[in-house]
């Protein structure tokens, strides 16, 4: 029997982005954006391209550079949203504009201020402005896990009338529990008369811990399309884990009447490299990607994977990427080699300074430790990127010591603005002696909310990568950093951070403004 295809729209770069302190910038998209192709990942929502001048040049970017996946950009149901959206996307192979409004009571009496009858006028309006310069329109009803379901059978009958093609029904606050959300999809495609002209998608949230049981019950009851993000990255509580619907899906085969067209061994190195991109590491018993998501602890559970490895698992760790895509690379490793791998992981360096910058790189970490994966790779290359920008704050010297029955203490050498400034502080130990010392010289008020470390690869010779997240104002940055020395990596952290303050790249919240 032949299944209906599901499709995968990956909104990593958009809701994933939403998640406070995961801002990526371009280059880190576009990395980003490669790997979601090679998984032949159907959409890519690849920002809401009218939040800032750098969320506008991220999709164009992509737009321009991805093929074999569709680009989209969302929009509120406004022209100057939707103008902006079409213009990033100008360069697509296949675009896709994501326009949406807020459909729940709470929403449209103290968010919008607007009475249900003009709700529907501004979604039919922005569907058709839309659809004059695209194709492919998707609307979603923002909030629908609380919206009433005449409105909404009312509401999307006339955008599907208007032109749009996909009708997106998300739980925009979590709210939602399998059973009754799969029923609301169950009605709306027997009641709406048109729902056959679209396709139905549906997007969680996981603020119960159910957002991919939502989405996976939707699928059930006649939902098309699934949006969802590596990781489960998202705002609050995430999103829907595309890795769990994917192989939920594939799985249980045997009750879903759907496929999709993902290449799943790509799905650890797209968790890897969202996870070091954004400083968010996986926990170790997460579904799929986890570090002990193919692990067998108990004795009786290692000896009957042994004699037959269906007796305790269902899914098969190199099916998901675990152990492929490893290449090691090491002391020896000449120029071609990283060149090639490095190609392989998607990257491209834009000047030849930056490659050899990235050499240098290797070989320097080469010497201190014996083997490099690509998880070492993709830091490299994050740290050789950010050289490559324009900071305020750059590391020109570290010494920081502790000895037992003495307080730590750090010696730094900052270039601020390319001036050499020198400074000393003493602290707890010598990661906060180091940021202490950063701080006398940065000065920059803000308060430390998040610091982490985590062993890239395994062994005490992995580089350790660290992240920073600092508040200033209501604003909130994270800056990332690797080494195999990880005070280094902190430093480098702390640094990273307070140079994307520096930057002040301010956005727009999409969800924070109304029409
Ligand atoms: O959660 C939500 O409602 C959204 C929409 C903009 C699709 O992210
Ligand atoms: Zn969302």
């Not at 490299?273 to 968010?280: A, D, K, R």
């Not at 570290?398 to 307080?407: N, P, Y």
Request: charged share 25%; net charge negative; with cysteine.
């Amino acid at each position: 029997m032949s299944k209906d295809r599901l499709i995968i729209f990956d909104t990593t770069l958009r809701d994933g982005e939403q998640s406070p302190g995961a801002t990526m910038d371009r280059d880190e998209k576009l990395r980003i954006a490669k790997v979601l192709e090679r998984m032949r990942v159907d959409v890519i929502e690849a920002g809401f391209a009218i939040a800032s001048q750098g969320d506008f040049e991220s999709v164009k970017l992509i737009a321009n550079t991805i093929k074999d996946s569709t680009i989209c950009s969302l929009a509120r149901a406004k022209e100057s949203d939707i103008d902006r959206a079409g213009e990033a996307l100008a360069g697509a192979n296949s675009g896709r504009i994501h326009t949406f409004i807020a459909t729940s009571p709470i929403h449209m009496e103290h968010k919008l201020r607007l009475a249900p009858d003009e709700v529907i006028v501004h979604a039919v309006n922005a569907v058709k402005h839309a659809r004059n310069l695209i194709d492919d329109v998707e609307f979603s009803c923002e909030d629908a896990g609380r919206s009433d379901i005449d409105f909404l059978c009312r509401i999307i009958e006339q955008v599907i009338n208007a032109g749009a093609r996909t009708i997106n029904i998300p739980d925009t606050v979590g709210y939602a529990i399998p059973g009754q959300y799969g029923n609301t999809i169950k009605q709306l495609l027997e009641r709406i008369p048109n729902a056959d002209k679209a396709i139905f998608s549906v997007h969680c949230h996981n603020d119960l811990g159910l957002a991919v049981a939502n989405s996976l019950e939707a699928v059930l009851n006649g939902a098309r399309q699934v949006e969802c993000t590596i990781n489960g990255l998202g705002e609050r509580a995430g999103n829907a884990s595309l890795e769990e619907i994917v192989m939920a899906v594939r799985t249980r085969a045997d009750l879903f009447p759907v496929e999709t067209h993902i290449n799943t061994t790509e799905i650890v190195p797209a968790s890897r490299l969202v996870s070091s991109i954004t400083g968010f590491p996986v926990q170790p018993n997460k579904a799929i990607v986890g570090a002990n998501a193919f692990a067998h602890e108990s004795g009786i559970h290692q000896d009957g994977v042994l004699k037959h490895r269906e007796t305790y698992e269902i899914m098969r760790a190199e099916d998901v990427g675990w152990n492929t895509n490893r290449m090691v690379l090491g002391k020896h490793s000449g120029r071609a080699a990283f060149r090639a791998r490095v190609e392989e992981l998607g990257v491209t360096f834009e000047t030849n300074e930056e490659l050899n910058d990235a050499f240098q790189r290797f070989k320097d970490l080469a010497d201190k430790k014996h083997e490099i994966f690509d998880e070492d790779l993709q830091a490299l290359i994050s740290d050789t990127k950010q050289a490559a920008e324009d900071e305020r704050f750059k590391l020109v010297y570290l010494d920081a010591a502790s000895k037992t029955g003495e307080t730590p203490e750090a010696h730094i050498i900052l270039s601020v603005d390319g001036k050499e400034v020198e400074a000393r502080a003493k602290g707890a130990g010598p990661v906060d002696a180091t940021f202490k010392a950063i701080e006398n010289v940065a000065k920059s008020e803000s308060s430390l909310q998040l610091y982490s470390v985590n062993a890239i690869t395994s062994g005490t010779d992995s580089q350790g990568e660290v992240t920073v997240r600092l508040e200033k104002g209501g604003r909130i940055v994270n800056g990332h950093g690797a080494d195999v020395d990880i005070i280094s990596a902190s430093a480098k952290a702390y640094l990273n951070a307070l140079n994307h303050f520096a930057a002040g790249l301010e956005r727009a919240h999409p969800q924070a403004a109304d029409v």
